[in-house]
């Protein structure tokens, strides 16, 4: 899996969008950014994800450059149970692949 | 629910004993993978099914640890002669082929 980078921390009022950048700068053609995210105590869940085209749906908005060489998750309007560590991930996801997960970054939404 | 569900959720064991935990995943999944994860820590990749054939073990699964899903339903880990560092929470997650993967509530594991 192509290796992604994210910041460790971030910061954002709620009510507010909050914008999750990561970098994969090595990605390849076929591999798709994915991103899940893991709330306290619990097993992580699936956001969104996307190959070349920006997608929406009813969590979240993912913005990936035209390079592919990095994206952006988009909360359209935090709330505070968006606090979480998120991550993103690069994977064929083919039959020889799996999810790898890195460090993430840990969201914390501020009333 | 018919989401991915995980027993125990929690287990208290001592060191030296072996311990097994179940996975049931959602219906008609046929991936079914397992994790381990410490505390600030991201999920690390154990092990994962296609089916009833596992396909990968990470170098993190020693010989203490086997794996099974035996046709290809639910899956059970298992973890010999448990050690301190083998405390941690363990995730199930499954998929329908290569879509995105369900996980569950985790089983956390406590190794006085």
């Known amino acids: 899996d192509a290796k992604t980078t994210q910041p460790p921390s971030m910061d954002c009022a709620e009510g507010r969008a909050a914008n999750l950048p990561c970098n994969h700068s090595?990605?390849?053609?076929?591999?798709?950014v994915y991103w899940y995210r893991q709330i306290h105590s619990q097993g992580p869940q699936y956001i969104i994800h996307?190959?070349?085209n920006n997608e929406t749906n009813e969590m979240a908005s993912l913005i990936i450059t035209e390079d592919r060489k990095s994206s952006t998750l988009i909360l359209p309007h935090a709330t505070l149970r968006d606090t979480a560590v998120y991550y993103c991930?690069?994977?064929?996801?083919?039959?020889?692949?799996?999810?790898?997960f890195g460090k993430g970054t840990r969201l914390h939404i501020l009333p | 629910d018919t989401g991915v569900s995980q027993n125990p959720r929690h287990k208290i064991t001592k060191r030296g004993q072996n311990v097994t935990f179940r996975c049931d995943p959602i219906?008609?999944?046929?991936?079914l993978y397992w994790y381990r994860q410490t505390l600030g820590q991201g999920p690390e990749f154990l092990t994962y099914?296609?089916?009833?054939?596992?396909?990968?073990k990470s170098r993190l699964l020693s010989d203490r640890f086997s794996a099974e899903r035996p046709k290809g339903s639910f899956s059970t880990l298992e973890i010999q002669r448990t050690e301190q560092g083998d405390s941690a929470m363990y995730l199930c997650?499954?998929?329908?082929?290569?879509?995105?993967?369900?996980f569950g509530q985790g089983t956390r594991l406590t190794v006085v």
């Open positions: 090595t990605i390849s053609g076929n591999e798709y």
């Open positions: 099914f296609q089916n009833e054939a596992q396909l990968e």
């Open positions: 996307g190959l070349k």
């Open positions: 219906s008609e999944h046929n991936r």
């Open positions: 997650a499954s998929s329908l082929d290569y879509s995105e993967a369900f």
């Open positions: 991930i690069a994977t064929l996801m083919n039959r020889d692949d799996k999810i790898i």
